[in-house]
């Protein structure tokens, strides 16, 4: 990954996904489509979602899906670092 001309490594996080939604009706929506651990608002229609981690690619999906339709990102973290998380 690089940050201007600095290029440094990053981890994908196992438990972690973002999502970014059109509007605030798709954040309840969320909960119908999947059950998270915990939902993070991080920015103002950018959330940072926790589900178990062998759940995670299938929950990614789902809100993909023609039934979800939310844009999902995985999540990464700088290596070795648990608390530190980058949001691409």
Do not use: W
Not at 2 to 31: C, H, P, W, Y
Not at 38 to 64: C, F, H
Not at 68 to 85: D, S
């Amino acid at each position: 990954m690089m940050r201007g001309s600095e290029q440094f490594e990053v981890e994908t996080e196992s438990a972690f996904f973002t999502t970014l939604l059109e509007n605030d009706a798709v954040e309840s929506k969320i909960n119908t489509l999947i059950s998270p651990r915990s939902i993070r608002k991080i920015g103002r229609r950018l959330l940072r979602i926790e589900v178990n981690r062998a759940d995670r690619d299938a929950a990614m999906a789902k809100l993909r899906s023609e039934d979800g339709k939310i844009v999902c990102h995985h999540a990464y973290r700088l290596p070795g670092k648990k608390k530190a998380h980058t949001t691409i």
